[in-house]
């Protein structure tokens, strides 16, 4: 996983991103179950489900957009709302 991937929510995450990558890296990389790494981490099993989750959307197992895909689609979608609020306000003139 990234670093630099944070949820879209209000609050930061009480994992660092090395606590999530490793988490993640026991289910993928060592097939151990979800349910078995999340007791033996603490976090709770529906969490890291999403976790391993997004991590194989990263590694292409899975269908889905990636952090930077995401990332991407938001600046752009901010820039055509600016470049709609531009337009709209010359036609306007």
Known sequence: M????????G????FPPEFRRDAVAMVLDE???IAEVAR???????????????????RGERDGLSSEE?????????ENAQLRMERDLLISQ
């Open 2 to 9: 990234s670093s630099s991937r944070r949820s879209g929510g």
């Open 40 to 58: 033996a981490t603490g976090v709770n099993p529906g969490t890291l489900g999403n976790w391993v989750a997004l991590e194989r959307v990263e």
């Open 70 to 78: 995401r990332a991407d689609m938001a600046e752009l979608r901010a």
């Open 11 to 14: 609050r930061p995450s009480k």
């Open 31 to 33: 097939s151990r179950s």
